[in-house]
T-cell receptor, first 116, second 117 residues
Framework: DSGVTQTPKHLITATGQRVTLRCSPR?????VYWYQQSLDQGLQFLIQ???????AKGNILERFSAQQFPDLHSELNLSSLELGDSALYFC???????????????FGSGTRLTVV | AQSVTQLDSHVSVSEGTPVLLRCNYS??????LFWYVQHPNKGLQLLLK??????LVKGINGFEAEFKKSETSFHLTKPSAHMSDAAEYFC???????????????FGKGTKLSVKP
């Protein structure tokens, strides 16, 4: 157990639907990162939050949004789902207080999203 | 700007033989470097990290990596492969400053390690 908790582990939904993925970072970690991993695109950075504020934005579609709450857990919302959104979505957290990455990240075990 | 190149997309070894997964990096500063492992349908697990202390870094499961500044390399090695080592391995470099659209960690494309009995 890495200390980063992601729920649910698996999600199957239909095209056009909306889902919410949840992430609880390791205790004390202020930064949360979301990544998408698919067979054709590899590992893609989506977005970073640091202590409740958006810090960096990657290849995140407009149909996707995220937020980090006061208790530091984060949610990734995916809407108007398409078949191509099927992927493994990872959350990671970082202990580094500045939000930088020199200490590395701790990854959760991911949510596998299947859009049918 | 920082970047990382994993020189092999696929490496196949026999059980009990040494493992070498190659990684070259590019950085204008002394970077932090990491190796992560991902077993099939699992999350990414940190194997080891270099953060400007000892150049030979020991990680979990018998893996180690050597930071060679002159060669800009951070190759991952293990003396004797085990069947359970079969996985995908990612070499990663950290940005010195906030990474913008690429994030703070730059991932290599991964090397898939197969271990034959």
């Amino acid at each position: 157990d890495s200390g980063v908790t992601q729920t649910p582990k698996h999600l199957i939904t239909a095209t056009g639907q909306r889902v919410t993925l949840r992430c609880s970072p390791r205790s004390g970690d202020l930064s949360v990162y979301w990544y998408q991993q698919s067979l054709d695109q590899g590992l893609q950075f989506l977005i970073q939050y640091y202590n409740g504020e958006e810090r960096a934005k990657g290849n995140i579609l407009e149909r996707f949004s995220a937020q980090q709450f006061p208790d530091l857990h984060s949610e990734l919302n995916l809407s108007s789902l398409e078949l191509g959104d099927s992927a493994l979505y990872f959350c990671a957290s970082s202990e580094q207080p500045t939000g930088l990455a020199n200490y590395g990240y701790t990854f959760g075990s991911g949510t596998r999203l299947t859009v049918v | 700007a920082q970047s990382v190149t994993q020189l092999d997309s696929h490496v196949s070894v026999s059980e009990g033989t040494p493992v070498l997964l190659r990684c070259n990096y590019s950085s204008s500063y002394s970077p932090s470097l990491f190796w992560y492992v991902q077993h099939p349908n699992k999350g990414l697990q940190l194997l080891l990290k270099y953060t400007s202390a000892a150049t030979l870094v020991k990680g979990i499961n018998g893996f180690e990596a050597e930071f060679k500044k002159s060669e800009t390399s951070f190759h991952l090695t293990k003396p004797s492969a085990h069947m359970s080592d079969a996985a995908e391995y990612f070499c990663v470099v950290s940005r010195l400053n906030y990474g913008g659209s690429q994030g703070n960690l730059i991932f290599g494309k991964g090397t898939k390690l197969s271990v034959k009995p």
